[in-house]
């Protein structure tokens, strides 16, 4: 029996390993970043609109002329564009998910490996310390005061303490202590794998922008069938020929197509993707490009987001001569196999301190301290501690955690935190106080305070001041979200104090008045008062950090939570967007829908800039798109209720729509957008589609019908004026939605305007495209109609709010965008 044990401790062997890659028995869970080449070819290939748009072209290639189905060459741009650029982002995500994979430790032939994820065997032995995910099922083999937290799995709020032959679930995560499990199922046999596998896809589903915009085209597509069919019946009565009637019944039903806008919308997120990648942004969820335009709450923790990860020790206050302080702190360092910040910081001194001290100081006596007992550190705790054999119990945390109120040393330690100072305390206390003391709420818990059941006091050995690296960056970050309205709240399991003077060194509103989340309700409604009074909170709970979030969430705000400790994944799981950084923990990275992997904090401007610049011009182009879709929707029925010719020949539409659309839109798309999202797009693009679409659809028509009472001018000349009026309305739509003017964008407008003049002006073109100007007083009327057209719907939208540049779409925007503090 024991030599099955040891075989078990020391994990499998090669041959081992090798049968079970045989049999098939790895962990082949497929990395969290995007969809295959296949299913993004089919995507882009086999669509409705693909569908629609390619019956149409066979239509006039067996009935009409050649030119007119140029609108065909949508399929191919579209589906080769969409593809290249879902190709560009797969690739960037792909290569950045390696790079931010946490690799897992195994125990194989005796020694500790760093394997990925997808080299697990069934029956590995895998090895645990804090912060580490659990990704495989499995039986635990070894415990040192190990701690798991299965909330996400099942909802409990308390870590679960793990013995030997205990269950450990994927999808949990350890809190504290360390240990070792065997895997007993891994791939999809696990119990969070069809879960993980779910949440990995690559998917633009589950946001308000495509929600909208699957709105739109629901609707559209009930919209075009029964047009569609008044409009053939129509044309089939109105035509001279059945291949006339063809020609028009598809020119209007082709333009009736926003086929643009889901590309678009691919291709904006596709590129966001990419030039987050390039730098070193890696999204796990592509929705989390559109929830990063919508943020107007940061909540930062201020250990490795504010502040750098390491930290150096400032100085060491002995405060009991007579004890051995260095060596109790180095024992205590030995008893954790994967120390933190904080103990690498004080291990790295300590050292130092004694390899230079006098071997015969009396206070360097005594290494090589054998623990009896360890309880391991954990965020809820705010300590760790061990008692050595012969040399007593020591315990080493946070001073307020640890001292009484009136204990002069916890006062000392406080007014060294006011600067910005880290403080610890290494306390002394009675032999047998940590028995039972693994448990997250144990029998020693506020030794200082005598909280805890055991009545027994903790005695103040040292004071341990740790200094801690400010981000160079952290305060230009801070300040660029306070001029973009968002609201910067410091959320921090460190001592108020100290929190609150980083906070003030960084100008964040509200730092003057730090708030201990120990004296919070837990009634979230107060809650979300204090948290709408105020900006630094300090000693705040993991489960508190979670209920913060909710909080603000519940009064309306969209919360983005940065973090990188274990203690962070509960709140980084329930924000509307995680954001972990790079160096973080395990289970920090895979519950983050975005992580930083440069480690950077001036990564975020670039994060929420680019998230707005999605956001924003995708609803740009889709003013753009709905607006066509409702003028030509407009003219088909005005058209199949007076029963004359369809006003255009496809190639008309096809000209029409690349220079005040497709062009334009692509480089909308693309373009930067500072603006933060709103929520009520649907709402917000209708109220612009709908009145430029009728007023497009009306004075062109308006203007065609009256060309058609004239006696002098066929068919030919009369689609001539319809098109030059709607090519001057479209382009006034085009105008408007370009607002701001920049340089480019007036540049835009007027290619657009003078492509269209040069087809006008040169013979070929001119012919190619069926423009024939051979009335020049219908053309002048429906100009005329035109100019009047674009004043009343220059007018209903700034009336409306919306035209942006007004005083009163000003005024409006002010009033909703929050400032911070």
Known sequence: MKDVQQAAARGLTAEQVDQRIA?????????????????????????????????????????????????????????????????????????????????????????????????????????????????????????????????????EADPVHKAPGDPMMSGSFVVAGGGAF??????????????????????????????????????????????????IISQLNSAQTFADAVVGAVAGVATMVPEGLVLMTSIAFAVGVVRLGRRKCLVQELPAIEVLARVDVLCVDKTGTLTEPGMDLDELMILREDLRVHTALAALVDTDPRPNPTMRAVAAAIEEELKSGDATDPRHAGAGWKATTVVPFSSA????????????????????????????????????????????????????????????????????????????????????????????????????????????????????????????????????????????????????????????????????????????????????????????????????????MGSGSGATRAVAKIVLLNDSFSTLPYVVAEGRR???????????????????????????????????????????????????????????????????????????????GIACGVATFTGYYLATESKATAFAQDSSTATITLFFLAMWALVLIAKPYTWWRVGLVIAMAAAFLIVLSLPWLRNFFALYLGNLYNDVVALGIAGVAAVLLSLALRYDHWLPGSVNHAKGLMGRVKRPG
């Open 23 to 155: 049999a098939g028995q790895v962990n082949d869970i497929p990395r969290r970043s995007s969809r295959s080449v296949g299913d993004i070819v089919r995507a882009n290939v086999f669509t409705r609109f693909n569908a629609i748009i390619g019956a149409l072209f066979v239509l006039i290639m067996i009935f009409g002329q050649w030119q007119d189905g140029l609108f065909g060459g949508i399929i191919i741009a579209n589906t080769a564009i969409g593809i290249i650029q879902e190709l560009r982002a797969k690739h960037t995500l792909d290569r950045l998910a390696v790079v931010g994979e946490t690799p897992v430790r195994v125990m194989r032939d005796g020694e500790v490996r760093e394997l990925e994820q997808q080299e697990i065997v069934l029956e590995d032995l895998m090895m645990l310390s804090s912060g580490d995910r659990v990704i495989v099922d499995g039986v635990v083999s070894e415990s040192e005061g190990l701690e798991a937290d299965e909330s996400l799995l099942t909802g």
């Open 381 to 580: 705790r705010k300590w760790s501690g061990a008692e050595f054999a012969d040399n007593g119990a020591w315990v080493f945390g946070a001073a307020d955690m640890l001292l009484a109120e009136e204990d002069p040393n916890r006062r000392r330690a406080e007014q060294l935190g006011a600067s910005g100072l880290r403080v610890l305390a290494l306390c002394q206390v009675p032999d047998g106080a940590l028995e039972g003391g693994a448990s997250s709420n144990g029998a020693f818990t506020d030794a200082g305070r005598r909280h805890g059941t055991s009545g027994v006091a903790a005695e103040a050995a040292a004071l341990v001041v740790l200094r801690q690296r400010l981000r160079p960056e952290a305060l230009d970050t801070v300040r660029y979200f306070a001029q973009q309205g968002v609201t910067v709240k410091v959320i921090s399991g460190d001592n108020p104090v100290s929190v609150g003077a980083i906070a003030r060194s960084l100008e964040i509103p509200g730092a003057e008045h730090p708030v201990d989340a120990r004296t919070m309700s837990e009634d979230l409604g107060e809650m979300a008062d204090l948290l709408e009074r105020n900006s630094v909170f300090g000693r705040v709970s993991p489960q508190q950090k979670r209920a913060m979030v909710k909080a603000l969430q519940s009064r309306g705000h969209t919360v983005a939570m940065t973090g990188d400790g274990v203690n962070d994944v509960l709140a980084l799981k329930d924000a509307d967007l995680g954001i972990s």
């Open 614 to 692: 999605v956001l924003g011009n995708i609803e740009r182009v889709a003013n753009l798109f709905l607006t066509k879709t409702i003028y030509s929707i407009l003219l088909a029925v005005l058209v199949g209720l007076l029963h004359v010719r369809f006003p255009f020949l496809p190639r008309h539409l096809t000209l029409i729509s690349a220079l005040t659309i497709g062009i334009p839109a692509f480089f909308l798309a693309l373009s930067p957008n500072t603006e933060r999202a709103r929520p009520g797009f649907v709402p917000r693009v209708l109220r612009f589609a709908v009145p430029a």
């Open 182 to 231: 065997t895997a007993t199922k891994v791939g999809r046999d696990a119990y969070a794998a069809r879960l993980v596998e779910e949440a990995s896809r690559f998917s633009l589903a589950q946001s308000e922008l495509q929600g909208g915009i699957n709105i739109f085209l629901k609707y559209v597509t009930w919209l075009i069938i029964p047009t569609a069919l008044l409009l």
